[in-house]
């Protein structure tokens, strides 16, 4: 795993990126990069700062093991070949090479990748390829379970590489009850931290009441609901149609995905919408956050 809370003096992150100490502190004092100082003093950045830096500046990553990302350096000193971040990914991840498929999603946020593009890109298309191997029996379903595993580490990774504002909105979702997948929602949580929301991921099997409940709790601006699996299509019906005239009540936007997206029907409304991919997701998320409306609207807790 990463050293994920470490903070790192300007030496370390200098000899990272390839750049002197001095154009480091240079950076620093005129605000491109953000640092807090010690007792002494002295500047230190945390993480998640440096790869904001990263990716907003375009810079590559020469010695990750300056900055702790040491699956990152086991990637870097792995033998790639030809092979692009797709059949990179599907092969560590049918091995069970953690630290490489780690690397491999990691690298691709730092190259400047969003997550919406990972997620709907190498990490679908990774999980699709190795889902077919259910049809070869128990080891099939080994490796896919294990690949899944993987890659929320890796999920779980990039949730706390990215920088989180206080005063960052909230947005709050989950899978509905009988449905007991885990990686799209988390998916989906973490491209919204990505577009600056804080976000609450309260995962598979979740009845519409703990959302509602949610809702009280932590009044969001956006609410997302990932349908991958219907046991019931009738109850789901019924129980998303009463959900809904709260969110429609309280104009909160609410984006429904997943790949059983279509057994839920969505009335007339402005607010609630459905998305195809995790790239729509983000495209709706960014919307939201400049509609006046919705911007400017404080939601009220449902009774």
């Known amino acids: 795993m990463n050293d994920i809370e470490s903070n790192f003096s300007p030496k370390e992150v200098a000899l990272a990126i390839g750049v002197s100490e001095s154009s480091l502190k240079r950076w620093i004092d005129r605000g491109r990069l953000r640092a807090d100082r010690t007792v ?29 990302l040491r699956d990152l350096k086991t990637l870097q000193e792995a033998r790639l070949g030809e092979l692009d971040d797709l059949d990179r990914l599907v092969e560590y991840l049918t091995g ?15 190259s400047v990748k969003s997550v919406a593009e990972i997620c709907d890109g190498p990490l679908q298309g ?12 128990t080891e099939g379903i080994l490796v896919e379970h294990r690949a899944t595993d ?6 779980n990774q990039l949730r706390i590489l990215i920088p989180s504002e206080r005063a960052a909105p909230v947005a709050i979702g989950g899978a509905p009850s009988g449905d007991p997948y885990i990686l799209p929602s988390l998916c989906a949580a973490t491209i919204l931290a990505s577009e600056g929301f804080k976000t609450i991921n309260l995962g598979p099997d979740v009845p519409f009441d703990s959302l509602l409940e949610g809702i009280r709790l932590y009044r969001p601006r956006l609410l997302w609901l990932s349908v991958s699996r219907v046991q019931s299509p009738g109850k789901l019906g019924r129980e998303f149609s009463k959900f809904s005239k709260e969110t429609n009540r309280f ?6 995905g997943g790949r059983e997206r279509s057994r839920i029907e969505v009335s007339a409304g402005r607010s609630i919408h ?19 409306d919705w ?9």
Not at 126 to 137: C, Q, S, V
Not at 286 to 291: A, C, E, I, Q, Y
Not at 295 to 303: A, E, L
Request: glycine share 12%.
């Open 40 to 68: 002494g003093g002295h500047r230190r950045v945390c993480l998640a700062e440096v790869v904001r830096f990263i990716r907003q500046s375009n810079l590559s990553v020469l010695r990750p093991e300056a900055l702790g």
């Open 96 to 110: 069970g090479e953690m630290e490489l498929a780690r690397g491999v999603i990691l690298g691709s946020y730092l």
């Open 126 to 137: 990774a999980l699709d390829r190795i889902g077919r191997l259910w049809l070869k029996g």
């Open 150 to 155: 993987i890659c929320i580490q890796a999920l």
């Open 251 to 256: 104009g909160l936007p609410l984006m429904v």
């Open 274 to 292: 459905k998305g195809g991919s995790m790239v729509e997701l983000a495209s709706f998320a960014r919307g939201v956050l400049t509609n006046r």
């Open 295 to 303: 911007r400017r609207s404080s939601p009220q807790s449902p009774d």
